[in-house]
């Protein structure tokens, strides 16, 4: 710890239980508490040292934070054991676990230690999860031990609601289960210069940008993108020739490129190095893709509405809900010739003034600093 949390008794001590410190969980942190009041908290940051987690603590740096690494290692109950020494020793006034098993990992530790105790729940449920005895097992388990934690916070309804439809013991504590949406730094998103993507890139004018933005992970259906591409090539009277721009890493990135390369499209996907500012991306694409089989509660297209993109989504669980009521077009999950067909669309009749139009109402609507007031009084309550 730095000498200033020691200096300053008065500060309440957070830790930040964060299994893995990337995508939407380390912006989720980096948004809302950079909006807490920066003088009245000591954050201790406890996470896997992934590549991200340098941007985060880079996001932090005007807070007081400590960082507690923990290397990964997948066939090694290292992580377990950190968050236990952790909480058991560190005499921390409220612990915020980020996810389900950084939950799991927390519960036993802050009861023994009678630490408060909050979890975001990032993701949702699938019913393969629990396949087979050691799905069995495992949803005992989270039946189990999620009544033990003083609040479970959700980020939006469709993630509430399938939490309670899969684990449903918890109908019986209801007061420990809340939900209020994810929010973005909204001036972050407005007013920005876009980038000169077909500069950058050494494309031609007549190119039809389609921005894919988030980590190569199967529900973030980055193949059913490129199927609907395929198709798109195939048309003869386009009056734009798409091409997909992509970025960021991790996940199945590898098996990706191979799915390209076996299509023959490898030469009309274009790859952009991580980037923890996307705002100048966002700006200079034609449209977004987010073709996700499911979410939570993603952050990316609040951010494309604030930045006046055109948006394609799906209506999958979690995104549906942060797309309705929104010019937005949406198609169904998995569906690659819907996906082609709306892209197409975009592409004759562009709706770049119908985002411009809505990026007011994008701002009101999505503002972080709503739902960090929220969790700071969430927090400050549970230190009462």
Not at 280 to 293: H, M, Q, W
Request: hydrophobic letters at 40%; one cysteine or more.
């Amino acid at each position: 710890m730095n000498t200033e949390s020691k200096l300053n008794s008065k500060k309440y001590r957070i830790l930040l239980v964060i299994r893995w410190p990337v995508g939407g969980i380390r912006t989720f942190i980096r948004y809302v508490y950079n909006n807490f009041d920066h003088s009245r908290y000591s954050l201790t940051i406890l996470a896997q040292d992934q590549p991200e987690l340098r941007t985060l603590l880079d996001d932090l740096r005007n807070l007081d934070v400590t960082y507690i690494p923990v290397q990964y290692e997948p066939r090694q109950p290292g992580f377990l054991l950190s968050v236990a020494k952790t909480i058991l020793l560190g005499r921390y006034d409220v612990i915020h676990s980020q996810g389900f098993m950084s939950g799991i990992y927390s519960t036993i530790p802050a009861r023994l230690s009678r630490t408060k105790h909050v979890m975001t729940s990032h993701d949702v449920l699938l019913p393969k999860q629990f396949v087979g005895l050691k799905g069995f097992l495992k949803k005992k388990l989270f039946a189990f031990l999620f009544p033990m934690i003083d609040v479970i916070h959700s980020v939006s309804n469709d993630a509430s609601t399938n939490l309670i439809e899969t684990i449903p013991n918890l109908k019986k504590y209801n007061e420990k289960c809340i939900t209020f949406p994810n929010g973005i730094e909204v001036e972050r998103f407005s007013g920005v210069e876009s980038r000169d993507l077909r500069k950058e890139l050494d494309l031609p004018d007549d190119t039809f940008l389609i921005g894919f933005l988030g980590r190569f992970m199967s529900q973030k259906g980055f193949r059913y993108l490129v199927d609907a591409l395929e198709i798109l090539l195939k048309s003869t009277d386009l009056p734009k020739k798409p091409v997909i721009v992509a970025t960021g890493y991790g996940g199945f990135i590898r098996e990706d490129k191979g799915y390209l390369k076996r299509k023959g499209l490898e030469y009309h996907v274009n790859f952009l190095p991580f980037s923890p500012n996307i705002a100048p991306i966002l700006k200079g694409l034609d449209v977004l893709a987010i073709p996700s089989l499911w979410e939570a509660c993603p952050l990316l297209p609040m951010e494309a509405m604030v930045a006046g993109v055109p948006l394609i989504g799906t209506d999958c669980i979690g995104l549906r809900e942060v797309l309705s009521d929104t010019p937005c077009m949406m198609v169904a999950a998995g569906n690659s010739i819907g996906l082609a067909g709306a892209i197409e669309a975009e592409i004759r009749t562009s709706s770049k003034a119908k985002a411009i139009e809505f990026t007011e109402e994008a701002r009101r609507r999505f503002d972080v600093r709503q739902q960090a007031a929220r969790m700071e009084a969430l927090i400050l309550n549970l230190l009462d």
